[in-house]
């Protein structure tokens, strides 16, 4: 009997990484239709499929209409900079696919301000996402597994009759097929279907405008879907004039209120369909907001316009290694921490929780020969539990650096056994700690492996103990990611 447990592994390894370009796999097309692209603009993505882990970015173009006006360029996951007017007739930018390997659809869309108002366009990219299949067989048997079309494997099984397939997922492909035949469900998170872009995120309140949208919806695979229809809502104000634009694209009029201030969440999605829908915030500010800078086809923009990208809000990690006080104590220790972003624009600034310990026992004796005629023996506990601020610096592709300050209640616990004198004496007290760490981190699966220094200055001290109380951590861990 063989049995396939693929969906938890694809779901963990799925890392945080940039994607990579790419029509085929090992030489093997993954027969997607052509990607989608629609509305008045012609935009192209060239490659228009992206393999995730290969390489990191795709070239726009976008096809500039007569006239002056400004242009702009967004990422529904992913981001798009580097905005260059390269003729009169043409535009082109650099697409960064999101830091995800998750399988999906990302839409590109260009917008141009004329004289008759403004003029959108979209291209679709693939973006085929990759994990790692774990088989459970027979012990040495050969696994393999189909996923849209394409067969990975074999790969021979160990004697515990697990075999581990690397894999590529095409977005749309919810399931695959073992080599028995059985389906296997690949547990991916449901994606929408759709995207919703705004002319401008901020609506003065002095002198409120309506506001142009441009709304897309793709096939699942990333092909055109030319008969879906889309609805469209919002919490403050309407929406309204809703028409299709062909090519599974629409457009629409965002009307704000009368008066306020704060967000509008404006969510798009498929009339009749259960998937998630596509979402964006708008902000009602007092007073006048200036716009952006003309870029007139004839003059290249000096500033980078960009979409942001998708920046994890909670994180849960798990650490251990070794404690060192710069003196006779080193132990072992264990922690976990909790973090949440905070809403501070697109920063990667943050708050947490940690709590850990560590134990250590050291031993000494007097006397001479083989057995000593005096020892003592000190057991002590290090139980710190405090808040953290951090701050993640983007290192590369896959690398990041976390910076962190602490500050934490630490429990300690010292029993010390004296045999000379027969006795034990224990003492426990609450110490303030302060300090802060530094860790080095890798993407992996749906977070980070990561290598981590803090150091722990203790305000107080023990009549039990001599010495340096404060620990110095050396912590290798995981930190999982919640988008």
């Not at 580097?82 to 535009?91: F, Y």
């Not at 366009?121 to 050969?142: C, D, F, H, M, S």
């Not at 393999?144 to 095409?170: C, D, L, S, Y």
């Not at 993407?443 to 981590?452: C, D, N």
């Amino acid at each position: 009997m063989r049995t396939t447990s693929m969906g938890i592994a694809l779901a963990i390894l799925f890392a945080v990484s940039h994607g990579a370009v790419s029509d085929e796999v090992d030489g093997v097309d993954v027969s997607l239709p052509d990607a989608a692209r629609g509305g008045e603009l012609d935009v192209t993505v060239t490659p228009s499929t992206i393999l995730l882990g290969q390489r990191t970015e795709a070239d726009v173009s976008v096809n500039l209409p007569g006239g002056k006006g400004k242009i702009k360029l967004f990422a529904q996951h992913g981001r798009v900079r580097g905005v260059k007017i390269v003729s009169d007739d043409r535009a082109t930018a650099v697409y960064n696919p999101p830091e995800q390997y998750i399988p999906r659809v990302d839409v590109i869309a260009a917008m141009i301000e004329t004289a008759d108002g403004p003029v959108w366009g979209y291209a679709a990219v693939q973006l085929i996402g990759r994990g790692e299949a774990v088989i459970k067989t027979r012990p040495r048997a050969e696994a393999t597994i189909n996923i849209g079309g394409k067969e990975f494997g074999p790969v021979k099984a160990g004697k515990k009759g697990v075999a581990k397939i690397q894999v590529e997922v095409p977005p749309g492909i919810m399931k695959g097929v073992d080599g028995e035949g059985g389906d296997v469900d690949l547990r991916l998170p449901q994606v929408p279907r759709t995207a919703v872009f705004a002319e401008t995120k901020k609506i003065a309140m002095d002198d409120p405008r309506d506001v142009s949208l441009f709304a897309v919806v793709v096939g699942k695979d990333g092909g055109m879907d030319e008969d879906a229809a889309i609805e469209i809502h919002c919490d403050v104000g309407e929406v309204v004039g809703l028409e299709s634009m062909g090519g599974g694209a629409f457009r629409a009029i965002y009307h704000p209120p009368a008066q306020g201030e704060g967000k509008v969440n404006i969510g798009v999605s498929v009339e009749g369909s259960d998937l998630p829908p596509a979402a964006i915030d708008l902000v009602l500010v007092p007073g006048t907001e200036k716009e952006t800078v003309e870029t007139p086809p004839e003059v290249p923009p000096d500033d980078e316009i960009s979409a942001s990208p998708e920046i994890p809000w909670l994180s849960t990690a798990l650490k251990g290694g070794l404690a060192w006080n710069f003196g006779s104590m080193r132990a072992f220790d264990l922690a976990v921490d909790f973090g949440v972003k905070l809403p501070i624009g697109n920063h990667r600034m943050g708050a947490g929780l940690q709590i850990g310990f560590s134990r250590s026992t050291e031993s000494s004796s007097v006397g001479s020969g083989a057995t000593p005629s005096a020892g003592m023996e000190s057991k002590t506990w290090i139980v710190p539990f405090g808040g953290m601020l951090f701050y993640r610096f983007a290192l590369g592709t896959r690398w990041g650096l976390l910076a962190a300050i602490h500050g934490a209640a630490v429990m300690v616990d010292n029993t010390l056994e004296m045999a000379s004198l027969d006795t034990t004496s224990h003492e426990r007290d609450f110490l303030f700690g302060l300090g802060g760490s530094v860790a080095l981190e890798f993407g992996l699966g749906p977070g980070v492996v990561f290598v981590e220094v803090e150091y722990l200055a203790l305000f107080g001290s023990m009549e039990t103990l001599e010495g340096n109380l404060s620990p110095m951590y050396f912590n290798l861990g995981y930190r999982f990611f919640f988008l």
